[in-house]
């Protein structure tokens, strides 16, 4: 999933089930402006922001269940920046790891989506989902009239009939979705209009 060809792209920490760290990699200091010596035995929360000290909890006993889990961490460097990396929790297990229960590997998520390509990206993302709904609905509409074409014929009685009450009803509640998909982007490309008239005006 990641490469790991640039050390200053990515970081690896290990820490204690009680959150306390116990390593760094070589890279860490370039990435998060601190020593392996500011660092070991002080809790991993100095180094993650607010969203992710939230979410540290839960995201240790996903690791602890299963084995490891992947996600968006969101770190904090020592001069208060905060900064989004694709993130893999593993746990660690034998004597050796006895005070390094997991390893963080932090990988430096892209910066492709930014200033004028984030615009174009929300733009071309709204358009799709537009294309998406429409799509969808065009075999729902070919569900629902064959739906209620066989419940208007008198042989569709009992079973059968209960069967397909409830395969209409489904049928309604993936037309909602589908609306709301719709809706969704619609209000995605009136941000991005706003966005952009926003700028120009203060140009």
């Known amino acids: 999933m990641w490469s790991l060809g640039d050390s200053a792209q990515w970081m690896a920490v ?76 593993s746990t ?14 932090s990988v430096l998520a892209s910066q492709s989506c930014s200033g004028g390509s984030e615009q174009a990206a929300v733009r071309e993302a709204a358009t799709k989902l537009r294309t998406f709904a429409h799509e969808l609905n065009n075999p729902l509409a070919v569900m629902m009239g064959f739906s209620q074409l066989i419940m208007l014929n008198a042989q569709c009685a009992g079973k059968v009939r209960a069967d397909m009450e409830k395969l209409f009803s489904e049928l309604k509640r993936v037309i909602q979705v589908v609306e709301r998909l719709h809706g969704y982007a619609l209000s995605l490309q009136e941000c991005e209009r706003q966005d952009v008239y926003l700028k120009s005006a203060g140009a």
């Open 14 to 89: 290990t820490f204690s089930y009680d959150g306390l760290i116990s390593s760094l990699s070589p890279g860490a200091e370039q990435i998060i402006r601190y020593s392996a010596q500011d660092l070991v035995g002080r809790p991993i929360t100095q180094i993650l922001a607010d969203r992710s000290v939230f979410e540290v909890a839960r995201i240790m006993d996903s690791a602890k269940e299963c084995g490891s889990w992947e996600g968006k961490i969101v770190h904090l460097d020592r001069n208060g920046n905060a900064f989004e990396t694709d993130g893999n929790l």
């Open 92 to 105: 660690l297990a034998g004597r050796e790891y006895a005070k390094a229960s997991f390893l963080l590997v």
